[in-house]
């Protein structure tokens, strides 16, 4: 048995041991790392190879379709080649047809050309006598271009002569209308006469119209503008054909006094006719068309012209009182106000109401009330103011069945009518003088 070792023996052993351990711990630890990096490597290389193996597989998988689609694209292009193939075939037989055909027309045209020589060798005899006649041509043209010459130098005298004649012929319509003019002037009458118990120089003259002169017309309106410078006349009706009276219908016509110039403004043309209407004169320029047969049915609104450009507009009447629809009655202008009194409804009936429109208010006023003896139901009838605007005259008119000459006037602030009798001259008959009333 041998001897047991102290401590420090025991100690000095275990020390070599635990370095030697160490080292072998160390020389593990080493070999450890240099696996992992020796895995890690591994690890790397083998994503390589395995993404190389995926791009080639993606790329073998492209090669695949783009060799089916080229396999297909081949098969169409050989079947297309295929029926081009058989289009070519058809068309060398249809060529070889066409060949056939042109070697008998050729064979027809080699005839033809054969025959076409010997009408050439006739035609050629033909030819000569032909320039026998070319030659005499040439003769008679020199001779019809001299001819021609003698009718232009013939023509040229003549259009002179005829210009000459189209100046005389306006000198002469010159003279026409100053001769006609003349005699219009010559034709003037002054005639002295005694009228309400005073002298009175009554002077009448002509006048030849010029312009667009309106035909003839009944019914239709004519006002006074411009301090008497102007007649404005409005439709009216013509007993001619309806196109002629449509058109007149329509239609407004100025005339220019001092010129004696008539105009016809387009402008002022309106979409229907109208005929037995009145117009008024309101304000300076204006013209105020009231009632009338408008088309076929008699009419009660209210049309104001502008003389200034010439156009029409509409005032928007207020109020739920108007007129009934009427023609042939008569109106007269106060200041601001227009009076319209009597006339004849659509159904023929007779009327003598008075209404007042206000061209302020824009409003209509039936005068029920009115003292004094209004006159009688009638058409025709004319209205005139004074100058101070205080009475309204009304004269004549027709009753239905006879024309009336009573004269009756409407104190205008007492809204009162009366009656001015008239002294028949001794001349006038029965009749007459019981159409005063």
């Given at each position: 048995m041998p001897p047991k070792a102290n401590g420090k023996d025991k100690k000095k052993q275990e020390e070599p041991l635990e370095v030697k351990l160490q080292e072998e711990v160390k020389l593990l630890e080493r070999a450890r790392n240099d696996m992992q990096v020796e895995e890690s490597f591994v690890h790397d290389k083998y994503k390589q190879i395995k993404a190389e193996n995926e791009r080639l597989q993606a790329e073998i998988n492209k090669y695949r379709s783009r060799l089916g689609n080229a396999t297909e694209d081949y098969a169409d292009i050989l079947e297309h080649?295929?029926?081009?193939?058989?289009?070519?075939?058809?068309?060398?037989?249809?060529?070889?047809?066409?060949?056939?055909?042109?070697?008998?027309?050729?064979?027809?045209?080699?005839?033809?050309?054969?025959?076409?020589?010997?009408?050439?060798?006739?035609?050629?005899?033909?030819?000569?006598?032909?320039?026998?006649?070319?030659?005499?041509?040439?003769?008679?043209?020199?001779?019809?271009?001299?001819?021609?010459?003698?009718?232009?130098?013939?023509?040229?005298?003549?259009?002179?002569?005829?210009?000459?004649?189209?100046?005389?012929?306006?000198?002469?319509?010159?003279?026409?209308?100053?001769?006609?003019?003349?005699?219009?002037?010559?034709?003037?009458?002054?005639?002295?006469?005694?009228?309400?118990?005073?002298?009175?120089?009554?002077?009448?003259?002509?006048?030849?119209?010029?312009?667009?002169?309106?035909?003839?017309?009944?019914?239709?309106?004519?006002?006074?503008?411009?301090?008497?410078?102007?007649?404005?006349?409005?439709?009216?009706?013509?007993?001619?054909?309806?196109?002629?009276?449509?058109?007149?219908?329509?239609?407004?016509?100025?005339?220019?006094?001092?010129?004696?110039?008539?105009?016809?403004?387009?402008?002022?043309?309106?979409?229907?006719?109208?005929?037995?209407?009145?117009?008024?004169?309101?304000?300076?320029?204006?013209?105020?068309?009231?009632?009338?047969?408008?088309?076929?049915?008699?009419?009660?609104?209210?049309?104001?012209?502008?003389?200034?450009?010439?156009?029409?507009?509409?005032?928007?009447?207020k109020g739920l009182e108007k007129p009934p629809p009427r023609h042939g009655h008569a109106t007269c202008a106060v200041r601001e106000k227009v009076f319209v009194f009597g006339g004849m409804s659509m159904e023929g009936t007779l009327l003598n109401d008075l209404w007042v429109y206000d061209q302020d208010s824009l409003t209509w006023t039936n005068v029920t009330i009115c003292g004094g003896h209004p006159p009688s139901p009638r058409r025709g009838a004319t209205l005139a103011v004074t100058e101070d605007g205080r009475r309204l005259y009304m004269f004549g008119g027709n009753d239905g069945s006879r024309p009336l000459n009573d004269v009756y006037f409407m104190e205008i602030e007492r809204l009162t009518w009366g009656y001015l009798p008239v002294h028949v001259s001794s001349h006038n008959t029965e009749d007459e003088r019981s159409a005063k009333v």
């Open positions: 080649r295929q029926e081009q193939i058989k289009a070519e075939e058809v068309k060398l037989r249809s060529m070889q047809a066409q060949v056939e055909k042109l070697d008998s027309e050729l064979k027809q045209n080699t005839e033809e050309v054969k025959n076409l020589k010997e009408s050439n060798a006739a035609q050629a005899a033909k030819l000569e006598d032909a320039s026998a006649l070319l030659q005499d041509k040439e003769n008679l043209e020199d001779a019809v271009r001299k001819q021609h010459d003698l009718i232009e130098k013939q023509s040229e005298e003549l259009k002179y002569l005829r210009n000459k004649l189209e100046e005389q012929d306006k000198e002469l319509n010159t003279a026409r209308g100053h001769l006609e003019e003349l005699t219009l002037k010559s034709s003037a009458t002054t005639e002295l006469k005694i009228l309400f118990e005073e002298p009175w120089i009554l002077q009448t003259s002509h006048a030849r119209l010029r312009g667009d002169v309106p035909m003839d017309r009944e019914a239709g309106s004519l006002c006074v503008l411009a301090g008497g410078k102007l007649l404005v006349m409005y439709g009216g009706m013509s007993r001619i054909s309806n196109q002629t009276q449509d058109g007149l219908g329509r239609e407004v016509a100025v005339l220019n006094v001092e010129t004696m110039q008539w105009e016809r403004p387009g402008t002022a043309r309106t979409p229907m006719t109208s005929h037995s209407h009145t117009g008024t004169v309101v304000g300076r320029t204006k013209i105020l068309v009231f009632g009338g047969v408008k088309g076929e049915l008699a009419a009660s609104d209210i049309s104001i012209l502008n003389t200034d450009n010439m156009k029409w507009l509409v005032p928007q009447v």
